[in-house]
């Protein structure tokens, strides 16, 4: 069984296999999350992400955790809200599919996203949460996977009644 948790507070604290980063498709780094994880894990990560060519929207790849608490970083590019006519609730759905995948892929049994595309990208909350839920709640049911736990980690408090509300459904 997977366990679905929600976690208020920052990312870079988290006690998991693998972390996931709201990136950019660069995967060079940015502010936000992105921002804060590479602080945290130091410079050898943007070293690695010079390697991997970037990363089209919807989609995610991997690398350690340097001196992150936890052992991979999993680099998830949420879409840029346009309006949602641009496709971004398939891609919003899609980066934290493709998250979860290749988090099977390398053996992880927890795993913490943060609020995807829900900072500067401009995504609306409530209905990130929703899809990100849906997203969660839809591979559990189509994999049998061997992961224990998915935490939401909202930091601000608007994302964290959302959730709330959301994982008590
Ligand atoms: N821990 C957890 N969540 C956080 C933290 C943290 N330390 N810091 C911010 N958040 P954003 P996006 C929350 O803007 O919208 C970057 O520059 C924040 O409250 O980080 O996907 C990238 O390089 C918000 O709810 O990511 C990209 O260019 C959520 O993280 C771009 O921003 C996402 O906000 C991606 O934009």
């Known amino acids: 069984m997977t366990e679905l948790l929600l976690h208020k507070g920052d990312i ?3 006690d998991v296999d693998a972390i996931v980063n709201a990136a950019n498709s660069s ?3 940015g502010g936000g999350v992105d ?6 894990a130091g410079p050898h990560l943007r ?3 010079v390697f991997l060519n970037g990363c089209k929207t919807g989609e995610a790849k991997i690398t350690q955790g340097y001196d992150l608490r ?23 759905h899609n980066a934290y599919y493709n998250s979860m995948l290749l988090a099977v892929q390398n053996g992880i049994r927890t795993i913490a996203f943060p609020n995807i595309s829900t900072g500067v990208y401009h995504f609306p909350k409530a209905e990130a949460a929703a899809i990100a839920v849906a997203a969660i709640r ?7 996977t061997k992961i224990d736990k998915v935490f939401f980690v909202c930091f601000d408090e608007e994302n964290y009644d959302i959730y709330q509300h959301i994982l008590a459904q």
């Open 47 to 49: 070293e690695e992400c």
């Open 27 to 29: 995967l060079l780094g």
């Open 138 to 144: 839809d591979f559990i049911t189509q994999h049998h």
């Open 35 to 40: 921002g804060a994880i590479h602080r945290a």
């Open 12 to 14: 870079t604290t988290m």
């Open 70 to 92: 936890t052992k991979y970083v999993i680099h998830a590019v949420g879409p840029v809200w346009h309006g949602g006519d641009s496709n971004e609730r398939q891609l919003l």
